[in-house]
């Protein structure tokens, strides 16, 4: 399975930038000029800790799923259900974790029994048997893997939608409250503007209530 690689999120969708600045002009409609503030999301996406650890997280998990999937690759069928039921659970009790455990040991010795059986120059009729059997459980069980791979992966990207949703949500809820507070007419991405004047930058105060 390949890694799910978590990405930097991209907020301040046009929909919320529009609700700040429709909400802070109903407060000020006298202003003379517009409060505007200036949000620099590459520092964001960077100083967004929480976010960071979570998708660091997942991305660890989704490594470690890849990792795991190869032991599948010579289990026998009984082993390999089992393996397939294990490796999809969340959590483990103790005794399934142990039961897991085995199973991967068994799988890794395997493989490394048959890299050393191809490694070998020269190998004896009881090797070339055992080479021939290896292979040919690899070939019955692909199939298998997969199939569970497949699963794993549509797992890990629900996963990885999920949190990026929740912490979305969270960065905008924050963008919009800090707006709000300040009385600005605009928000603007750090990106579109060619100079702010430093008291313009929000970037900072928005950090701090996220990463609370």
Do not use: C, H
Request: cysteine-free.
């Amino acid at each position: 399975m390949k890694p799910n690689r978590i990405k930097p999120l991209f907020w301040l969708l046009p929909a919320l930038l529009l609700t700040v600045s429709l909400r802070a002009q109903a407060q000020a409609p006298n202003a003379q000029a517009p409060n505007i503030g200036v949000l620099d999301e590459d520092r964001l996406a960077e100083g967004y800790t929480k976010y960071r650890e979570a998708a660091l997280a997942l991305d660890k998990q989704a490594k470690e799923l890849d990792a795991q999937l190869d032991a599948r690759e010579l289990l026998n069928e009984t082993e390999g259900r089992r393996f397939d039921e294990l490796i999809a659970k969340e959590k483990r009790a103790a005794g399934e974790e142990t039961e897991f455990q085995n199973l991967l040991k068994a799988g890794a010795a395997r493989r490394a029994e048959n890299a050393g059986l191809i490694g070998k120059a020269t190998r004896t009729d009881a090797e070339n048997a055992r080479l021939k059997a290896l292979n040919d459980q690899a070939q019955i069980n692909s199939p298998a893997v997969d199939a569970i791979e497949n699963r794993l992966f549509d797992a890990m990207k629900k996963r990885q939608q999920s949190l990026e949703d929740e912490y979305t949500n969270r960065a905008n809820q924050v963008i919009q409250q800090v707006a709000e507070d300040k009385k600005l007419a605009l928000v603007w991405r750090k990106r579109a503007v060619i100079w702010n004047a430093p008291t313009t930058d929000i970037t900072s105060e928005i950090l701090a209530r996220l990463n609370k």
